[in-house]
């Protein structure tokens, strides 16, 4: 049998249909498709994991349902705006900035830009654990 990438009689794409090599690239593929799975598995603990101990630690700081929230919205979207948080909370300008500001305080958000104008917040852990 040759292995996926090996030519049997001609370079490796063309032996998959000239050399029969259809088992050897389906078991290479499948090999990936397994590898990647329990990748993601492990990737999504680790998120559900995170996700835990934020909601333990906001909770011991009596933080608000809105707060809860925005803070679970850091999964779907670790970069985050003011005006997305305003949007996501449904709340003013100012209450927005406030629950930022509290989950900046807590270690949860970092500003990622300069200035005191359109103000980037990303949850570098969150970050972390996708970018692994």
């Known amino acids: 049998m040759v292995a996926f990438g090996e030519s049997c009689c001609m370079g490796p794409v063309l032996s998959i249909s000239h050399c029969a090599a259809w088992r050897d690239w389906l078991i290479f593929f499948?090999?990936?498709?397994?590898?990647?799975?329990?990748?993601?598995?492990?990737?999504s603990k680790r998120l559900q994991d995170l996700q835990l101990q934020w909601r333990q630690d906001l909770t011991q700081i009596r933080a608000t349902a809105l707060l809860?929230?925005?803070?679970?919205s850091l999964f779907e979207s670790p970069i985050l705006t003011i005006?997305?948080?305003?949007?996501?909370?449904?709340v003013s300008?100012?209450?927005?900035?406030?629950?930022?500001?509290?989950?900046v305080n807590v270690g949860i958000?970092?500003?990622?830009s300069e200035g005191s104008y359109g103000k980037i917040f990303i949850a570098p852990k969150v970050l972390q654990i996708i970018g692994e």
């Open 109 to 112: 958000l970092v500003q990622a």
């Open 30 to 43: 499948l090999q990936g498709v397994t590898e990647q799975s329990k990748d993601a598995l492990v990737r």
């Open 68 to 72: 809860l929230r925005l803070a679970d």
């Open 83 to 90: 005006p997305q948080a305003q949007a996501i909370m449904d």
């Open 93 to 103: 300008y100012r209450s927005a900035q406030q629950n930022v500001e509290k989950l």
